[in-house]
């Protein structure tokens, strides 16, 4: 496997399940984000961890539970969502140096469908 | 805070012709600059980035881009469109300050290519 993988592709899941995202990156990177992408929204940071600490909380509500076990790997546990929850869950991972931010690399997505 | 606009939300090429996309930006200090595609339900793939030295900067696909400071812009641009070209754009900025983990992007330009 090559770059960021995020499984699964596709998930559908009613309010009342538990389930988790999954992104794994072979990059060697030390940072690693969770995006929410909504129609006619913009890409909406929701997390970010930081050689495995968590750095960032955008205000996400407490249904949404990230866990970060290691720099290559990546959950977000899902519990009691909401139907406006429905969205692209992207992961990403980057090389954060001194000399400040470096680009991002994306993965696939999970495409979520809550019913 | 930093921000990022896109003027532009959906753009009509015929195939062959150039292509000029916009993004203008707001950061107090230099900032790092990214162009991103989307293809339907996928990931972001970077096309391009510009962090310091040439203000034109060459990327991936015939794509290039122009850091003009005193507008503000860094505009994306092609010289003659393919129809595999069609897809989301997503202007993205960073920085090196505290915050150097983060970008922030704009909502994005739906590009359409006409045989």
């Known amino acids: 496997e090559t770059g960021v993988t995020q499984t699964p592709r596709h998930l559908v899941m009613g309010m009342t399940n538990k389930k988790s995202l999954k992104c794994e990156q072979h990059?060697?990177?030390?940072?690693m984000y969770w995006y929410k992408q909504s129609a006619k929204k913009p890409l909406e940071l929701m997390f970010v961890?930081?050689?495995?600490?968590?750095?960032e909380n955008n205000s996400v509500p407490s249904r949404f539970s990230p866990e970060c076990p290691n720099s290559s790997h990546l959950f977000l546990h899902l519990h009691t969502l909401q139907p406006e929850d429905s969205a692209l869950y992207l992961c990403?991972?980057?090389?954060?140096?001194?000399?400040?931010?470096?680009?991002?690399?994306f993965g696939p997505g999970t495409r979520l469908t809550v019913t | 805070a930093q921000s990022v606009t896109q003027p532009d939300i959906h753009i009509t090429v015929s195939e062959g012709a150039s292509l000029e996309l916009r993004c203008n930006y707001s950061?107090?200090?230099?900032?790092?600059l990214f162009w991103y595609v989307q293809s339907p339900g996928q990931g972001l793939q970077l096309l391009l980035k510009?962090?310091?030295?040439?203000?034109l900067v060459q990327g991936i696909k015939g794509f290039e881009a122009e850091f003009k400071r005193s507008q503000s812009s860094f505009n994306l641009r092609k010289p003659s469109v393919h129809w595999s070209d069609a897809a989301e754009y997503f202007c993205?900025?960073?920085?090196?300050?505290?915050?150097?983990?983060?970008?922030?992007f704009g909502k994005g330009t739906l590009l359409t290519v006409n045989p």
């Open positions: 990403a991972s980057s090389q954060i140096g001194l000399a400040g931010q470096y680009e991002q690399y």
């Open positions: 990059l060697g990177h030390n940072a």
């Open positions: 961890y930081n050689f495995k600490e968590q750095t």
């Open positions: 950061y107090g200090a230099t900032p790092y």
């Open positions: 510009y962090f310091s030295g040439d203000t």
């Open positions: 993205a900025v960073g920085g090196s300050g505290g915050s150097n983990y983060k970008l922030t």
